[in-house]
């Protein structure tokens, strides 16, 4: 037999056996993506990927909006809210690091239904949401992914990227050593922009944040909300603000360093025609130290909506008075 022929007999046999092994390969990979799936159950929240980028997808759909930084996104949940401000669509348009700086305020009215006749925005003010130096956060860098086309494939294969997520070596050796990690970080994303968070087998973590040391709360900020606040009720939009709930140490932490005082905001936010909710910053449980974990989260939701509820049909009564005592006033 000829050199070439047998070389060329070799070659093709030994690209068929790469070919096989690269097809036994990926067919072995898919199977163990499956297995690992469904040891690991299914999830029907919202993958984080794609979480960002929804709530920026939001446009004329909403009756009442919560925004703020991350103790208001994992703080409240819009579905618990429901119970007690009925017949209303509302979304927790919160960001993890956000800033109530100018392009953030300015977003925050397009979410809302411009036909609807119960448009209301809920703010939630901590110190370091009013920080001028805070930048770095999922509002901006959402809004960075969406000049590509990542948001649209991201809204189509949202389930299947939420089942193939990745698995830390902790988690995947829990499933085969069927061993329990007792330090464990749970997280679910709820369509309606609740960002459910857990972390068991440690203790809370106090830590003073950072940007107190050089830097404090902006005055150019608080101007800012202010003037959203009054333009958005002279538009008929009602404004709620209250400061979420955390821990003692947290809160004379903030109220130590962050130059934050809540009192004169609270009389500047009123005077603008802004309505604010005093909570129990101590009552609810925390997993970090500074967010609510998800009981707490559902606790402080229902108490912080009823007293809203409660606000609203106050205020109400008060028109209906007004409109009766003049009766000729249309």
């Not at 096989?20 to 990927?49: H, K, M, N, P, Q």
């Not at 809004?143 to 948001?151: D, E, F, I, L, V």
């Not at 009389?267 to 909570?279: P, R």
């Given at each position: ?16 056996v790469?070919?096989e ?33 929804m ?55 397009d ?6 006749h ?74 309606d ?13 106090i ?12 005055s ?20 709620y ?15 130590q360093?962050?130059?934050?005082d ?10 603008v ?13 925390s ?21 809203i509820?409660?606000?609203?049909a ?6 209906a008075?007004?409109k ?7």
């Amino acid at each position: 037999m000829p050199a070439h022929v047998t070389k060329d007999t070799e070659k093709s046999f030994f690209q068929k056996v790469m070919h096989e092994r690269a097809v036994y390969a990926v067919v072995l990979s898919c199977l163990l993506t499956i297995a690992l799936g469904l040891a690991r159950g299914w999830d029907d929240g919202v993958y984080e990927g794609r979480f960002w980028l929804m709530k920026l997808d939001w446009k004329h759909c909403a009756d009442v909006v919560l925004v703020g930084d991350s103790r208001v996104g994992s703080g409240l949940s819009p579905a618990e809210m429901t119970v007690h401000l009925t017949d209303r669509r509302i979304f927790n348009y919160a960001f993890d690091g956000c800033g109530f700086y100018k392009e953030y305020l300015d977003a925050v009215p397009d979410v809302l239904d411009p036909e609807s006749h119960k448009k209301m925005i809920v703010m939630g003010i901590t110190p370091r949401s009013l920080i001028s130096s805070i930048r770095n956060d999922h509002f901006i860098y959402g809004n960075q992914k969406r000049k590509g086309h990542s948001s649209t494939i991201l809204a189509y294969t949202n389930d299947l990227l939420q089942f193939c997520r990745p698995m830390k070596l902790k988690e995947l050796l829990s499933i085969l050593l069927r061993y329990e990690n007792k330090k464990h970080f749970f997280r679910k994303d709820h369509p309606d922009g609740w960002s459910a968070r857990q972390v068991t087998g440690q203790d809370s973590v106090i830590s003073i944040h950072p940007e107190y040391v050089k830097n404090k709360v902006s005055s150019d900020i608080i101007a800012g909300i202010l003037d959203h606040v009054r333009m958005w009720m002279e538009s008929g939009i009602s404004v709620y603000a209250f400061r979420p709930p955390t821990t003692v140490e947290t809160f004379e932490v903030e109220n130590q360093h962050s130059g934050f005082d809540e009192a004169s905001f609270v009389k500047a936010f009123q005077e603008v025609g802004g309505i604010w909710i005093d909570v129990d910053q101590t009552a609810y449980p925390s997993y970090d130290g500074s967010h609510l974990c998800p009981d707490g989260a559902i606790t402080f939701s229902h108490d912080l909506s009823q007293k809203i509820a409660a606000s609203e049909a106050k205020r109400s009564g008060v028109f209906a008075e007004k409109k009766s005592a003049n009766p000729f006033k249309p």
